[in-house]
């Protein structure tokens, strides 16, 4: 797999409202601000997610670049979730073999739009967490 140079980067679907509010629930808890966040709708993350097999107009998953490599899927959700504080117990959960993980993240992530909704653009940060978003 290809690497890429920005590092903690987490690729989400600006438009999706659970994807939003899941950049959201990590930066509240990310107090060091490790992370940082891009659209796929913005340019930076169209190529990011076309660098790693993502399909920007039809993104079926999130991604996690840390150290360099792309974590998608499950992987990406509980990696991002196991380098917050207090959620390293997290790390459970990669004992779950990975293609039972991934129908469980699959299976939300076609349905999410019908489940949790779609805003008609990207969703707007605050000023803070506006800071920490790469477009």
């Not at 993350?45 to 996690?64: H, Q, S, V, Y």
């Not at 207090?86 to 349905?111: C, E, H, Q, T």
Request: net charge positive; with cysteine.
């Amino acid at each position: 797999m290809p690497k890429w140079p920005d590092d903690d980067v987490i690729l989400f679907d600006g438009v999706c409202i659970f994807c939003s509010r899941w950049v959201r629930f990590v930066a509240a808890r990310d107090k060091a601000k490790r992370f940082r966040f891009t659209p796929i709708q913005s340019e930076y993350g169209a190529k990011l997610a076309r660098t790693f097999g993502i399909n920007p107009e039809d993104p079926d998953t999130n991604a996690l670049i840390h150290g360099g490599e792309a974590f998608l899927k499950s992987d990406a959700a509980l990696t991002v979730l196991s380098l917050l504080p207090g959620w390293g117990g997290v790390r459970a959960l990669f004992a779950v073999p990975k293609p039972l993980r991934d129908v469980v993240y699959s299976l939300i992530a076609r349905n999410r739009y019908r489940i949790f909704g779609k805003y008609d653009s990207c969703f707007v940060p605050d000023a803070d967490l506006r800071a920490r978003v790469i477009e």
